[in-house]
């Protein structure tokens, strides 16, 4: 599985044996070596190191990677900073899903340029403390 996922040019291939590799370590590997982006985005929805989700979070060039790792980050303080700075609004949008500080849900719903973020803010303000899981508005 290891090799498939790293060298079959089949890009199918590649995707099932993503599915069901669960060491870390290679994950970690594969998602600093690989190119193709749609790889990379499926090897961060997987991964579970923290400190490297925070750095794809905030640097990666690709937004799609950036959007997975946010996905996935359990840091409340560098999500907000996500949430009211990163460049797209998909990458905001996931981060402010997460937030819990209703204040700056609040601030981020009256003052972001992007009126789909702005929406998930609400949406996020409304429904935060139900206990079931709302869904995400994408429209994108």
């Known amino acids: 599985l290891q090799e498939l996922a790293r060298i079959t ?3 199918h291939v590649r995707y099932t ?3 069901c590799l ?3 370590d290679l994950l970690e590997n594969l998602v600093a070596d690989e190119k193709h982006k749609g790889i990379r985005k499926v090897v961060v929805k997987r991964l579970a190191n923290q400190i490297l989700l ?4 905030r640097n990666d060039g690709d937004k799609e990677v950036r959007e997975a ?3 996935n980050l359990q840091d409340l303080t560098l999500l907000a900073v996500i949430a009211k700075s990163d460049q797209d609004p998909k990458v905001r949008r996931a981060a402010v899903t997460k937030l819990v500080n209703q204040e700056l849900i609040a601030d981020i719903a009256r003052n972001d340029i992007d009126w ?3 929406r998930e803010a609400i949406w996020n303000l409304t429904f935060q403390h139900h206990p079931v899981e709302y869904p ?3 429209l994108g």
Not at 54 to 57: D, N, P
């Open 9 to 11: 040019e089949n890009e």
């Open 17 to 19: 044996a993503l599915d």
């Open 22 to 24: 669960v060491d870390q």
């Open 54 to 57: 925070a750095e794809l979070a």
């Open 69 to 71: 790792a946010v996905r």
């Open 116 to 118: 789909l973020v702005r």
């Open 136 to 138: 995400t508005c994408d």
